[in-house]
């Protein structure tokens, strides 16, 4: 049962589709939910985290579950304990811009929450992964393939094309990483 519930825990859809009780999965979910926090010693209220996905200098990632409705979300989190009222502008303005952009492969957030001495960026998450990962995911030897690459850099500028012609400001911490 305990497998049971954090498989359905970690993909909530299946919830549905299994057909099962969603008063009785609740009633175990807050038993996972205070186990998975534990363990990951992060807790982050009306959350389940999953994962880590990125440590920054500024910000960490989480993959997580929202409790109330069992949707998979990403949550962005400021690093420091106390950030400054720049990073919480920007932040903010981070949220703002990012909520009226209705552009495809832009990541639409949820909402902008309070946490802790500042905020959480709350996103959909539609299981994506970092190029990086994508990379090391692939078996050894593999190389990746110009098609691939260019297919990859054809959504890169067809998005960055969009953001540029609607005059639409550019994340200015774009990096691009070995």
Known sequence: MLI???ILVQHPKLIRVLGIDIALFKTLN????????IVNNLSIP?????????TGPRTVVYRAIRNSDFLEVVIKILSAEY?????????????TIAKNLNIPNIVCPLGLETYRNG????????????????????QTGYVVSL???????????????????????????????Q
Request: charged share 15%; with cysteine; proline share 1%.
């Open 4 to 6: 049971l519930g954090i």
């Open 30 to 37: 807050k038993t996972l939910i205070s186990m998975t926090n």
């Open 46 to 54: 009306g959350y389940q985290i999953v994962e880590q996905l990125y």
């Open 83 to 95: 950030p400054t009222f720049s990073e919480l502008l920007q932040f903010r303005n981070q949220y």
């Open 119 to 138: 905020y959480m960026l709350v996103m959909e998450d539609f299981g994506g992964i970092s190029l990086r990962e994508y990379i090391k995911s692939l």
């Open 147 to 177: 098609e691939e690459c260019l297919i990859i850099a054809l959504q890169l500028a067809e998005t960055l094309q969009v953001l540029y012609s609607k005059q639409y400001l550019l994340h200015t911490y774009l990096v691009i990483s």
